[in-house]
C-alpha cells in the first residue's frame, strides 16, 4: 500500500471514527424514556454532594441485551458516563457487568475522559467460569492496572436463581450445609493473592448475589484469608435480604455495607428513605457505601439518582460527614485510593 493511500485511509478512519463517536455519545441518551418522566431532577444542592464521590455500581454499556442474557438493555455507555460523572463533579465509578470482566472497558474510558477514574469488576457467573480462579488472574493482568472488585456470582448464584423467574435453571455454589465449597475458598484466596498489573492496589470482594447467611460465611472466610476490602452487596435488598443484625454483624467483621440509590428511589423501591436512613445510623455510615445501581434503560441515570438519594437522605436526617463518608470516603478505600477531606 502506497504513503498516499495509506494518508487518504487514516484521514477517512478519522472520519469515520468522529462519527462513530458522535452517535455513541449521544444515541444512548434517547433510549430513556418513559419511566424516567416522573423522575425530578437533582437540584444544585443535591448535585453538590457528589463532588469527589464513586459510584461503585453502575451498569453500561457495551453489554449484552437479549433472550440469553435475562437482563435489561443500558440506557448509556462507559464513555457518556465518564462525561456525565465530569459533569458531576465526582471522582468516578465502577463498571458492572454480570457477565463479563469490565477492566479493559475501565482503560478506554480513561482514555476518552483521562480526568474521571473508572474501574472494573469480575462477577464469578458461567460465562466467566463461575468460580474460576483463572478468570481472576486474567482481570487482575489487564493492562492499565483497573481491575478493583472481584463479586460472587450474581445472576447465576443460587440463592438468585432460586427466587427468579425460572428457578430450574442452573446456577453456581457457594455453600452447602452451612459451609463453603471448596471452590468457593479456592476463590477467595485467589482474590486474597492476585496482584493487579501496574498498579500497587488490592482486590476487593463482593458478596454478589448470595443468600444473607452465604454472605457471612464468604466474608468470615475473606477475612481469614486476608482481605481487608469487603463489600456486601446491596445487602438490605433482593435477593440477600439481610435483617439489620445480619448487616451490623458483616460490618463488624470488617465488611462495608452497600445501600443502592435503586432500591430507595424509583419503579424499583423496596425501602423507604427513613428505612434506609435508620439502617444506616445502626449500622454506622463509617462501614456504609451509597452507590446507584442504575444505568438500565428506563431508568434515571447514576449520578442523577445517586444525586437525588444522597439529598432525600440528608433531608431525612444524615448528616454531610456521613454522607461524605459513605460516597468518597469509603469507596476510595475500598477501591485502594487515596482519599479526599472532607
Request: proline share 4%; net charge positive; with cysteine.
Amino acid at each position: 500500500m502506497s504513503k498516499v493511500t495509506m494518508r487518504i485511509t487514516r484521514r477517512k478512519f478519522i472520519g469515520m471514527s468522529a462519527g462513530l463517536a458522535l452517535a455513541t455519545s449521544t444515541a444512548p441518551y434517547a433510549q430513556v424514556t418513559s419511566s424516567t418522566a416522573s423522575f425530578s431532577k437533582p437540584s444544585r444542592a443535591a448535585r453538590a454532594l457528589l463532588r469527589g464521590a464513586t459510584d461503585i455500581h453502575v451498569h453500561l454499556d457495551p453489554d449484552s441485551f437479549g433472550p440469553h442474557s435475562r437482563q435489561a438493555a443500558r440506557a448509556l455507555d462507559v464513555v457518556d458516563m465518564a462525561r456525565r460523572a465530569r459533569s458531576a463533579g465526582m471522582r468516578g465509578f465502577v463498571v458492572k457487568q454480570h457477565y463479563d470482566q469490565t477492566a479493559q472497558l475501565a482503560y478506554l474510558a480513561r482514555k476518552a475522559v483521562p480526568d474521571v477514574e473508572v474501574h472494573g469488576m469480575l462477577c464469578c457467573n458461567f460465562s466467566v467460569g463461575g468460580l474460576n480462579p483463572e478468570a481472576v488472574h486474567h482481570f487482575g493482568e489487564l493492562k492499565g492496572g483497573f481491575a478493583r472488585i472481584v463479586s460472587m456470582p450474581t445472576w447465576d448464584a443460587e440463592n438468585y436463581v432460586r427466587q427468579s423467574r425460572s428457578p430450574e435453571r442452573a446456577a453456581v455454589v457457594v455453600a452447602r450445609d452451612g459451609l463453603l465449597l471448596p471452590e468457593t475458598i479456592e476463590l477467595i484466596q485467589t482474590v486474597a493473592r492476585a496482584p493487579i498489573r501496574d498498579s500497587s492496589a488490592q482486590l476487593a470482594l463482593a458478596t454478589g448475589h448470595v443468600s444473607a447467611e452465604e454472605a457471612l460465611l464468604v466474608i468470615r472466610e475473606a477475612k481469614r484469608q486476608g482481605i481487608e476490602l469487603i463489600v456486601a452487596t446491596h445487602a438490605m435488598g433482593r435477593p440477600i435480604n439481610m435483617s439489620v443484625a445480619q448487616m451490623k454483624q458483616a460490618a463488624e467483621l470488617g465488611a462495608y455495607i452497600e445501600f443502592v440509590a435503586n432500591f430507595m428511589i424509583g419503579a424499583r423501591a423496596s425501602f423507604t428513605v427513613q428505612q434506609y436512613c435508620d439502617a444506616i445510623r445502626e449500622i454506622g455510615a463509617a462501614r456504609v457505601i451509597l452507590s446507584s445501581d442504575s444505568g438500565q434503560a428506563n431508568h434515571p441515570f447514576p449520578d442523577d439518582l445517586l444525586a437525588r438519594a444522597a439529598h432525600e437522605l440528608h433531608e431525612a436526617g444524615l448528616s454531610r460527614a456521613e454522607l461524605h463518608a459513605m460516597l468518597v470516603e469509603n469507596p476510595a478505600t475500598l477501591l485502594s485510593l487515596p482519599t479526599i477531606a472532607s
